[in-house]
């Protein structure tokens, strides 16, 4: 028997987000010669490190493409919440200042710096992937954000785009230098969690969708050939 809907006051706790903006940043990274490919430490064909020169990427491939990791190497999605760190490096001040509508209102300046991971791999000719590096960091530079940010509120951030670039420089299938750009659309948050009385009903779970079987269909016949009168 279905229940009736019932509605009655709820209390609930979640995250109110006071304020959300959106800005497109660029962060590039560079490595150059033997240092660059150091840091780098590429794995290829199952050789690891610079000892020789052995792992010089030249060797086996000249294009080069990176995507978003975790800390371990591992590929990750933009949108996992865990794809963007966001650090606040100052603390808040109030600033004054005037809406559209000429009012004035304080906000907050919050000043942080948005961080992850990044892997790069080369690929051969036949664009496979011949060497993987090291997942490598990357950072923002400083970002100053006007918010609605008071006291007990947290910044919470994700990502909506990223693409990341890489181009390998090779000398006689020696290394050269290696450049990263990073491209990203860095959604950036203030929440806080509060506690809000509604008027709610229960969910009730739906009814389950019949299940029909599928009629027996004949195959298609050649009266053309056969039976003939």
């Keep these: 028997m279905k229940i009736q809907p019932i509605q009655e006051a709820l209390c609930i706790r979640v995250n109110k987000v006071y304020d959300w903006v959106t800005r497109q940043i660029e962060v590039s990274r560079s490595f150059e010669g033997f240092t660059g490919l150091n840091q780098l430490n590429f794995d290829c064909n199952d050789i690891t490190g610079i000892t020789g020169m052995d792992a010089d990427p030249c060797l086996f491939g000249t294009t080069a493409t990176c995507f978003l990791s975790d800390q371990a190497g591992n590929r990750i999605d933009f949108t996992d919440p865990n794809a963007i760190t966001c650090e606040e490096i100052a603390q808040r001040e109030d600033v004054t200042v005037t809406l559209p509508s000429g009012q004035t209102t304080t906000l907050q300046k919050v000043k942080l710096i948005a961080s992850g991971f990044f892997v790069v791999e080369i690929r051969d000719d036949n664009n496979q992937v011949v060497c993987v590096s090291d997942p490598q960091p990357f950072s923002s530079r400083p970002q100053h954000f006007i918010l609605c ?16 670039e890489a181009t390998l420089m090779c000398d006689n299938s ?10 990203f659309c860095l959604n950036v948050q203030m929440e806080a969690p509060v506690k809000i009385k509604i008027t709610a009903e229960f969910c009730q779970p739906r009814e389950e969708l019949p299940v029909t079987c599928p009629g027996v269909t004949p195959p298609p016949q050649c009266p053309q050939v056969f039976p003939r009168s």
Aim: with cysteine; glycine share 4%.
């Design 174 to 183: 020696t290394f050269v230098s290696l450049d990263v750009v990073i491209d």
């Design 149 to 164: 940010a008071p006291q007990g509120t947290t910044v919470v951030c994700d990502l909506s785009t990223f693409s990341c």
